[in-house]
């Protein structure tokens, strides 16, 4: 069984500054992977970053890099230099092999 | 890059009929999987294929069914349609099970 918790349904970050999104998740997997998903208004899902379990360094691209501490089980977002364009719902998700296991999502808003 | 095709993008039926959603991976992807987001929710697993054959199934009705083809699309057919079916469908194909999951852009049913 698995299951992602995302503790903070909304958050808001000035533009050009830093903003972190908390992503916990429990697994009996030994074998897994976690993303973050980006959700705009028009509804794609847009993948932003994948970390696997068994990597200790933890993922960047770009602006986006995440926390992985895999003995709190946790799974966090930071976008550095907010823009505009980051504004979404964003979906931390958790997978072994198959079905992406998904939080209930962060409301992201960036004030200009 | 080519990126997941879904059709139709909308789709608007009355309760008790059928409807037939397509997908087109990602070229060289083999497994397809589907999910299905309500209004606020998050995305939930539905069925995955890898190969050509079901390989997971999650809280999908009976009066739904899919498959997976010779040419690697796949289609959900939904029958005796509600209007709790109303929602988003997204499918995602990733290169083989454990990679990451690409979505298409989704297809919107409205049931009324």
């Known amino acids: 069984a698995q299951t992602v918790t995302q503790s903070q349904p909304e958050m808001s970050v000035q533009e050009a500054e830093t903003v972190t999104l908390s992503c916990t998740y429990d697994?009996?997997?030994?074998?897994?992977?976690l993303f973050w998903y980006k959700q705009p208004p028009s509804r794609q899902m847009i993948l932003v970053i994948r970390?696997?379990?068994?990597?200790?360094q933890n993922a960047t691209e770009n602006r986006f890099s995440v926390n992985f501490q895999k003995a709190a089980k946790s799974f966090s977002l930071k976008i550095s230099d907010s823009q505009l364009g980051d504004a979404a719902m964003y979906f931390c998700?958790?997978?072994?092999?198959?079905?992406?296991?998904f939080g209930k999502g962060t409301k992201l808003t960036v004030n200009p | 890059a080519a990126g997941v095709i879904q059709s139709p993008r909308h789709l608007i039926k009355e309760k008790r009929e059928t409807a037939t959603l397509k997908c087109y991976p990602i070229?060289?992807?083999?497994?397809v999987y589907w999910y299905q987001q309500g209004p606020g929710q998050d995305p939930q697993f539905l069925i995955s294929?890898?190969?050509?054959?079901?390989?997971d199934k999650g809280s999908i009705p009976d009066r739904f069914s899919a498959q997976q083809f010779s040419d690697y699309h796949s289609e959900l057919n939904m029958s005796s349609l509600e209007l709790g079916d109303s929602a988003l469908y997204f499918c995602?194909?990733?290169?083989?099970?454990?990679?990451?999951?690409?979505f298409g852009p989704g297809t919107r049913l409205t049931v009324t």
């Open positions: 697994t009996s997997e030994s074998d897994y992977y």
């Open positions: 970390q696997e379990a068994y990597k200790q």
């Open positions: 995602a194909s990733s290169l083989s099970p454990s990679y990451e999951q690409y």
């Open positions: 294929f890898y190969e050509k054959m079901q390989s």
């Open positions: 998700a958790g997978g072994g092999s198959e079905k992406l296991v």
């Open positions: 070229p060289r992807h083999d497994t």
